[in-house]
């Protein structure tokens, strides 16, 4: 399954987007099941204990607006 550069393993699973600005790393934790970011791009800020995997997400879009990038790059990059 694939949208907008990210490929998840399963609706529920570890996404991945190999884009070095906007891409990164979204999975969850096997023992609490809590959600975490690694974004690929350094200047983005990685971030752990989020309920879901949609949250995990949206932190991550908050940080890809912080880069200040073009338009049409700045958009949702959540699958929908």
């Known amino acids: 399954m694939t949208n907008d550069g990210w490929m998840h393993l399963s609706k529920d699973g570890m996404a991945t987007n190999p884009d070095p600005i906007t891409?990164?790393?979204?999975?969850?934790?096997?023992v609490s099941g809590k959600w975490f970011v690694i974004p690929n791009n350094n200047d983005l800020l990685p971030g752990d204990g989020f309920a879901s995997k949609d949250d995990a997400f949206a932190f991550l879009n908050d940080q890809i607006a912080k880069?200040?990038?073009?338009?049409e790059m700045a958009e949702e990059f959540r699958p929908r």
Not at 67 to 71: I, S
């Open 23 to 30: 891409g990164g790393i979204i999975d969850s934790e096997i």
């Open 67 to 71: 880069l200040n990038l073009e338009p």
